[in-house]
Nanobody, 116 residues
């Protein structure tokens, strides 16, 4: 099972930027599909961005053009650069690792609040 240390959340004004990081443990990080999910109050958890082991990316329509997911296999880290933030981006953001075989692992979450 993969364990994570998430960082980078906080309070930001609309139009601002934040960068989330997720540092993972484990010896097969490069084989994992990594993703960021988010859950707003009273709503279901939803996929924000995903990056496969080969570097392909996928984004929710609501964040396309504003968020960028990246990975550094040497540092076993993924990042989510979030620009032009909106109040509706307010949520707890979770890092997730999905192996080729086996059960996915989740981080503990980091709060992002977009408010003036």
């Amino acid at each position: 099972q993969v364990h994570f240390v998430e960082s980078g959340g906080g309070l930001v004004q609309p139009g601002g930027s934040l960068r989330l990081s997720c540092a993972a443990s484990g010896s097969e990080f490069s084989l994992l599909a990594m993703s960021w999910y988010r859950q707003a109050p009273g709503k279901q958890r939803e996929l924000a961005a995903l990056i496969t082991s080969t570097g392909s990316t996928k984004y929710a329509d609501s964040v396309k053009g504003r968020f960028t997911i990246s990975r550094d296999n040497a540092k076993k880290t993924i990042n989510l650069q979030m620009n032009s933030l909106k109040p509706e981006d307010t949520a707890v953001y979770y890092c997730k690792a999905t192996p080729l075989v086996g059960t996915a692992s989740w981080g503990q979450g980091t709060q992002v609040t977009v408010s003036s």
